[in-house]
């Protein structure tokens, strides 16, 4: 809310942040005077009800993402909702019914930001052929991971009431990775909890039911093969993020070396291996998440990133590997 959502707001024309509620009233009234709102709401009902707000921006974990937009969207308000969607698929079902019962109002998820700038590149490369049909795509994660700390604070993310059935960052680049391939069509996953226990903020040790370390495989709806490790407990990882798309005619690769900024790679059959990818300024991505979501709701112009049934099927995926996790070993998509 800080970094992204309220300067984002603050720099359309004609867009005024009326109210907010936070769990406190004492949190509520300080971030009101951060930001010069001029009113604070009891709770996040009395911001639905109140008749001098058209939109809600929603920026609680996940565990409150449903309840909000239902009520918001069914009182009239247009919706823009952090990610992840929801706790699990049942819940992101029930929101993008109620949404399409809602015509009139804008329902929009806040996008996985991390591949904007390479996405539109990554696109237009994969649909003209630069590298054949897909064979797979190798995805290895491990952004701020780093060798297990016994000792690591308690956070919401590691708290399956709070965050359901989301993992890590794994939705999070499942999304980037799906605007570029498209769907998975199975999961199959394993999983570890290395760090087994964290102590809450009255000192008791909790157990950690969401793993720390992940691998999944599947079959894409496309055609190929996904493959994706997920992780917070490697050391020492040269790379925290390490994106290979094989073609029948080609290799892309999105590298981002420890340290270093993020980059796109590329090489054709015959080439002598991969080589640096220049993005041109038109075709590099950016965050516009609340001019896009204003520009839905004054125009009527469809949400592109990121709509209610893209985070459905992401949900859809994320539930599987949870499935998968618990023995069920390869899962079909979609869940129904």
Request: aromatic letters at 6%; one cysteine or more; proline letters at 7%.
């Amino acid at each position: 809310m800080r970094e992204r959502h309220m300067p984002g707001f603050r720099a359309i024309p004609g867009v005024e942040v009326v109210t907010v509620a936070n769990r406190t009233r004492e949190s509520s009234r300080a971030f009101a005077a951060e930001w010069g709102i001029p009113d604070i709401a009891s709770d996040w009902r009395a911001v639905i009800e109140n008749p001098d707000v058209d939109a809600v921006c929603i920026g609680t974990w996940p565990y409150m993402h449903a309840p909000i937009t239902i009520a918001a969207l069914q009182a009239g308000k247009h919706v823009l909702c952090e990610a992840r969607m929801a706790m699990n698929s049942v819940e992101a079902h029930r929101m993008l019914d109620v949404a399409r019962g809602c015509p009139g109002q804008v329902a929009q998820l806040v996008p996985a930001p991390l591949t904007l700038a390479f996405d539109s590149t990554i696109i237009g490369m994969i649909a003209a052929g630069e590298i054949g049909d897909v064979i797979a795509v190798d995805a290895r994660l491990a952004p701020d991971s780093t060798f297990p700390d016994w000792d690591s604070p308690l956070h919401w993310r590691h708290e399956r009431t709070l965050s359901g059935n989301n993992i890590m960052s794994m939705g999070i680049w499942y999304e980037s990775l799906i605007r570029w391939v498209g769907p998975a069509r199975t999961v199959q996953a394993v999983g570890q909890s290395v760090v087994k226990h964290r102590k809450d903020s009255r000192g008791r040790r909790v157990a950690m039911r969401i793993p720390d370390y992940v691998d999944i495989i599947g079959e894409l709806e496309q055609g190929g093969q996904l493959r994706m490790c997920v992780t917070t407990v490697a050391g020492h990882v040269p790379a925290p993020v390490d994106i290979l798309v094989h073609g029948t005619q080609g290799t892309l690769r999105l590298f981002q070396p420890a340290g270093g900024a993020m980059e796109l790679f590329a090489g054709r059959r015959g080439d002598g291996g991969l080589k640096p990818v220049p993005i041109a300024p038109e075709e590099r991505g950016a965050w516009r998440v609340e001019e896009e979501f204003v520009q839905a709701i004054r125009t009527g112009s469809p949400v592109m990133l990121t709509d209610f049934a893209t985070g459905v099927h992401y949900m859809e995926w994320t539930d599987a590997v949870t499935q998968s996790l618990r023995g069920a070993g390869r899962v079909a998509l979609p869940l129904r």
